[in-house]
């Protein structure tokens, strides 16, 4: 990413130091630390205590949490606040927080006089493996997800292991899918240490997860550093995701998360790859039998109808002039590039995933 580059920094307790960092990256003095209110609770006096004895000056917007939030709407009453406050471009916003608040920080932080610093702190597993890499930020339209944003790098990240002691076990499920996505598409050895640790690393084990951290950080980096701005070879990232986004969407957002979708999404699209004869039944297996030892919910109550799984896939923003296009595997650790996909081997992997769940 030439100049654009910029070091993750993992471990635990880092917040209590986060003074140190901001320091070392000559920060501006004026800070802006947008957060929700999980985990304004939790996190954020220690934090200000720490900027503060660096002598910054920290404003904070604490925000209901929820991916609601991520709106045009809640963008301007930000950027409302920022110019109440008189902010210049000489300020930074810290995201502290999950995805939501990294997408919507990280979009205000671009757009506000045409870009202004930015730092992020993730709490989340999915925002520590994923949604703090790579630089993209952005907000939800109400007709579609993500579709509003721009590529926007922080100065750097803050990933603190210590504070997903306290995430819901179903986020630190919905972070594992992605973390399993990145053994599939490229790390066979990673695919293989997350299926040996994956119930200490369910369980909160730091020691397992602080690796993952790291080996996910670091596969991200590879593709997004060769390709920003999701040409061919970004697209591997959405192994899984082509279905997960349609299943995601027929719960409308609020049955399955994210992360469980994508768990669920990559089960089907192994399964297409199997009857196309790209991927080993072995092979298949395996994946599958690590995504089953994941608790996440049934599709039953869905009631899934093909129709409108299809107009969802169809709307997904990976389908070019009409066809379905996904990345698929060829084995445990490497993937197919996007490649077109005939409807018949989308709806028999519908009909395959629906067994799957707990
Ligand atoms: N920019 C990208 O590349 C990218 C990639 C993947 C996902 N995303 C986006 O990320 C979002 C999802 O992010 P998410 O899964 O982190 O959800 P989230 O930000 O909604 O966080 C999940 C919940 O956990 C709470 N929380 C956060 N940290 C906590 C902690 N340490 N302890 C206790 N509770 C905590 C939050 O308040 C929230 O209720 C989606 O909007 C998605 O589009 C972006």
Redesign the pocket.
Known sequence: MGDRTYPIYIGNNLLQNAGKYFIRHHIGRTLIIVT????AR??LHPIIKSLKKKNYSVQTIILP???KL?SLETAGKIFSQLLLWNIERSATIIAL???????LA?FVAATYQRGIGFVQI???L??QV?????G???I?HPLA??MIGAFYQPAFVLADTS??????KR?LI??MG?VVKYGIIMDRQFFEYVERYLVNALAGDEKILTHIIERSCELKAVVVSKDEKEGHLRAILNFGHTIGHALEHSGHYGFL???EAILYGMIAETQIAFELKMISFEQKERIEQMIQRIPIPSLAPLKLKYSKLITAIKKDKKVKDGSIRMTLPLKIGKVSLPMSVAEPFVQQSIEYVKIFGI
């Open positions: 929700d209110e999980n985990v939790r996190y949490p929820g991916e991520k927080g999950g995805g939501v608040i990294g997408d990280g993730p709490t989340t999915l925002a994923d949604s703090s890499v790579g993209k930020v952005g939800n997800k993500n504070v997903l002691r306290t995430l819901p986020e919905c972070g992605e998360r994210h992360g």
